[in-house]
């Protein structure tokens, strides 16, 4: 229950941040802030950096997780560890996976050696209609990149390999839930304190605004938050699949197709929806 009470503190303050940038992007472009999310993103398209169809959202999903790399490697001050070009396939879920929100599988190929099979990640954006989805927007992608990427779980990854260190590499955080989805959040967290969100926008290639960035980032940290109140109480029988689904949609402004996917996948893996804020 300390963990529920941490959740809907944290879900609080994550959605008061995300109010107030609701509240500058409305009048930067002239949107009414009282809006629900899925309104007001869409009242945002005209703003958003969409691709123009698969391809293009390819080529894009290959520049955020560059622009990640060059910001957090060496010449940069923000230097976490030197990471590898990466070779990267996308293409769309099985069907089986669709139901649970997972519509987009890409594989990251660090050059992993016999050693460290490639690692695949599935994450919620729909290539089937990428120039009309805004979690397919760039603005998006670059959030996803510190998260998946740099200096988030491919880094996380990297230094796990690197050490020939047992408690380094459980430090790192594969053999946990834990450090290992909290390492991603962190990363999230790191990118935006560091500048990461304001630089990407100025570079020639992205010509951004960083507070829809910050918009896109501040929406996933409510989702986390929350999910830290729906898994527990799940668990424990005080919420049921539709209760979860709701709180999702009602105080995560999450999109009801997604929420309906996360309720569905909680069960089978209890703890780990919450792992994210306690690591």
Known sequence: RDLIALGKTESARSREELLEVKQGLSDRYDIDPNLPMNDFLEALKPHLTLPKNKEDFLANVRLAFDKANAFFTDPHENNVVPAQQADIEVSNAPGFLQKFGFIVMFADLYHPGPDRPPATYMVGADVLSPETN??????????????????????????????????????????????????????????????????????????????????????????????????????????????????????????PRFAAGQAAYYPLLPGYPSSYYPA
């Open 134 to 255: 805004t979690t397919c927007s760039l603005e998006n992608l670059m959030v996803l990149a510190t998260h998946e990427v740099t200096p988030g779980h491919i880094n996380q990854g990297v230094l796990m390999q690197r050490s020939n260190d047992v408690n380094r590499r459980i430090g790192a955080g594969m053999s946990s839930i834990g450090p290992l989805e909290g390492w991603g959040l962190f990363a999230e967290e790191l990118a935006h304190e560091a500048g990461f969100f304001e630089w990407v926008s100025c570079e020639d290639e992205c010509q951004m605004d960083p507070l829809i960035i910050r918009l896109f980032y501040l929406k996933g940290k409510l989702l986390r938050a929350g999910r830290m109140v729906v898994d527990p109480a799940l668990q424990l029988g005080e919420m049921s699949a539709d209760d979860v689904q709701r709180y999702l949609v009602e105080e995560c402004l999450a999109e």
